[in-house]
Every structure is written in structure tokens, then in C-alpha cells.
């Protein structure tokens, strides 16, 4: 390895070390190379790797145990307090996003907390990339919003390191399936989902089409809500009424298969979108064809971020507190930082959600 970066020698060979053991490639317990592996590995002195494990040891990093080596402490302290928190999004761009940000970094700099920001575009080779670099940087947390929640994550041994260093996570609006037990602050999808598709039922529509995600939790848990509510009122769940579409179609899809509906001339006196920017994306659609929007379709959408179109339409929604979920977000790191004993409900936060009614529904005619 080449550590000639003009500091000295055994300062460089601790610090690679020391990255080693931060970034989870030497885990706790584990025996490091020798001194004469050290050596030979490194091209530097018996005497250089001495001072650089002495050093090392003092830190709390490794403890030698005699006659058998050196070891990686169990206990290793491998958080810096370096009041960096890293916030990995997976739109930064996103509508939702700044309100996000604004209401962790007004918890978080009250602390003398600072946010690094990380943006994946909903990408998990991205997210990779991106929980590499934090782990690099040596922050004392993550906040992540994880990329396609709804698959199964096949890069878990990177949050192990992230575990194995004393670094806490917490997830924002879902997490992974293996992930459950893990602190995190979200929305109620389930039960969101649940509001507006009952508000349809009862002002008296009889044929609703549902629009979901199916690369994500949110839409997933927006599904069973939806399913949950016809249930509740006896009506037939229809799987030719349910769009589901991909990270990569959400701009083509829905409207594709909702303008299908119509020309097939398919009956349904009402939408559910997965959020706000597929509800007005239908609208739009369905009023090239004809349909008007309350009286011949309503819709509704979710999350709340939108307030009317040219028409003067305004989406019946759920709300999304973006900015408290932000808040609640900072306050559970705050606290896992801290090292508090957590309860299961202060550990995974659910936030009630709100029904916004506009004008984008009508009631029917019995």
C-alpha cells in the first residue's frame, strides 16, 4: 500500500488502520495482521508499526492480549463526535424535500449539529455509493430515506458496519423488509389510504380504481388501506381496477393505463393515487377524453403538496407534515445518541394521518 502522503509513516499506517476498523472491514474481535504482516504489507519499520498500534491501543481502538495478538476492542469506540449528521434522500429535488430538511436542521443546530446531504434518485447502487461515502466521513448518525423499500435490500452488510461502529440509523417515511425493528419515523400509510378511499365509499361511489407503487412501502401499505376499506364495506375487490407501476414507469404508466380504461370504455366513478403529482397526471388525462372532474370522475391523491390546477381543482389528499416529520426524525437521533433506553413506541414513530377535503370529489347519486 502506498502511504507516503508526506505526513509520517506510522501516522498514516494508524489512520488506515483506524479507517479499517470504522468502516466494519475489521470487526470487533477480530485479530489484525501481525507485526511482521504489518510490516512486509505496508514496506515500513518493525518500529513504525509499533508506535502506530501503541497509539492505537491508547485510543481504545485495539487491545493486545498476550501471547495471542492484537485485537479489535468489542467495545470500540468508533463514532468521532464530530457533530455531522448524514441525511440520504432519495430525491433532493423532491416536493417533500426541503420542508424535510428544514425541520431536521432546526432540531439538529440547536444541538451544534450539521447535515451532509446524500441524494440516491431512488437508486440502490446509488444508496451503496452513498453509505460508503458517510461511512468515510465518520459522522456521528444517518438519516435515511431508503431507495425502493418494498424489495428486499441485498446490501444489509453495509448497515451492519454502520452498526458494528456505533453509528445509529434512522429511517424516514419506510424501511426495508428485514429492517422492522429498526427507529424510524413514518406516516400512517395504511390508515391514510384507508381515509380517502372510505370518503369515496361514502359519498357513494361504487367503481374506484386505485394507482400504487409497487417498489416502495408506502405503496404497498396505500394498497392494503385501499383494499381494507372496500372490505369494510362489502365491496368487491377488483384486480383490473388496481395500476401498479415502477419507480422508472411512474411518469408513463398511470396515465397510459388509466387513458386505457377509458378508451376500453371501462366504468369508474372514482381514482385513489398513490400521491398528488399521479392525481393531477390523471386528471389531466382523463379530462383530454372527456371525463370532468368532480362530476363524471373524482380523485383523490396523498401527501398534500399540491394546491389547485388550471382548472382550479384542488386535490382531496392526506397531509404530509413534512417539516414534523423532520423534527420527530432529529429528535429520535438526538436521542439514540444520547444513549437512551428506548420503548417500542418511541423507537418507531407512526404519524396520524390527516384527511384534506377539496373540491376534487362529488358525491354520487344513490
Known amino acids: 500500500m502506498d502511504i507516503t502522503n508526506g505526513k509520517s509513516k506510522y501516522y498514516n499506517l494508524m489512520e488506515d ?14 485479530k489484525l495482521p501481525s507485526e511482521n504482516q504489518l510490516t512486509v ?34 467495545s470500540v469506540k468508533t463514532r468521532g463526535n464530530t457533530k455531522m449528521i448524514a441525511v440520504v434522500m432519495t430525491y433532493v429535488s423532491n416536493y417533500i424535500f426541503p420542508k424535510l430538511i428544514q425541520g431536521m436542521d432546526d432540531v439538529l443546530t440547536k444541538q451544534g449539529y450539521s447535515i451532509v446531504l446524500k441524494n ?19 459522522v456521528d448518525g ?42 424510524s419515523v413514518e406516516i400512517d400509510d395504511e ?13 357513494g361511489h361504487k367503481n374506484i380504481v386505485g394507482i400504487f407503487k ?32 415502477h419507480t422508472e414507469d411512474k411518469l408513463l404508466k398511470p396515465k397510459a393505463e388509466i387513458l386505457e380504461m377509458v378508451v376500453r370504455g371501462k366504468e369508474f366513478d372514482g381514482v385513489v393515487c398513490y400521491n398528488d403529482q399521479i392525481a393531477f397526471s390523471v386528471m389531466e388525462v382523463l379530462r383530454g377524453h372527456g371525463k370532468k372532474i368532480p362530476e363524471d370522475v373524482s380523485v383523490t391523491g396523498f401527501d398534500n403538496t399540491m394546491v389547485t390546477d388550471e382548472f382550479g381543482i384542488g386535490i382531496t389528499t392526506i397531509d404530509h407534515p413534512k417539516e414534523k416529520l423532520g423534527e420527530m426524525a432529529a429528535e429520535l437521533m438526538l436521542k439514540l445518541l444520547s444513549g437512551k ?4 413506541a418511541e423507537k418507531n414513530q407512526k404519524i396520524e394521518p390527516e384527511l384534506i377535503i377539496k373540491n376534487s370529489c362529488m358525491k354520487r347519486n344513490e
Open 120 to 138: 440516491t434518485k431512488n437508486s440502490r447502487g446509488i444508496e451503496i455509493e452513498s453509505l460508503e461515502d458517510v461511512l468515510n466521513m465518520n
Open 41 to 74: 504489507t505496508y514496506q515500513v519499520s518493525r518500529h513504525t508499526v509499533r508506535k502506530a498500534l501503541a497509539i492505537l491501543t491508547k485510543e481504545g481502538f485495539i487491545e493486545a492480549i498476550h501471547g495471542k495478538g492484537t485485537f479489535c476492542a468489542d
Open 17 to 30: 488502520l483506524k479507517e479499517e476498523i470504522r468502516s466494519g472491514r475489521i470487526q470487533p474481535g477480530e
Open 191 to 203: 390508515k391514510g389510504m384507508y381515509l380517502l378511499t372510505n370518503y369515496l365509499i361514502e359519498l
Open 214 to 245: 409497487t417498489d416502495d412501502t408506502q405503496g404497498f401499505r396505500r394498497h392494503i388501506g385501499f383494499v381494507k376499506a372496500l372490505n369494510d364495506h362489502y365491496m368487491m375487490y377488483d384486480p383490473e381496477k388496481v395500476i401498479w407501476f
Open 341 to 344: 433506553e428506548l420503548d417500542e
Open 142 to 183: 444517518i438519516i435515511i430515506e431508503p431507495s425502493k423499500s418494498q424489495v428486499y435490500s441485498r446490501h444489509l452488510e453495509i448497515y451492519k458496519r454502520f452498526e458494528s461502529c456505533g453509528i445509529p440509523t434512522v429511517f424516514i417515511h419506510s424501511t426495508y423488509p428485514q429492517f422492522k425493528d429498526k427507529p
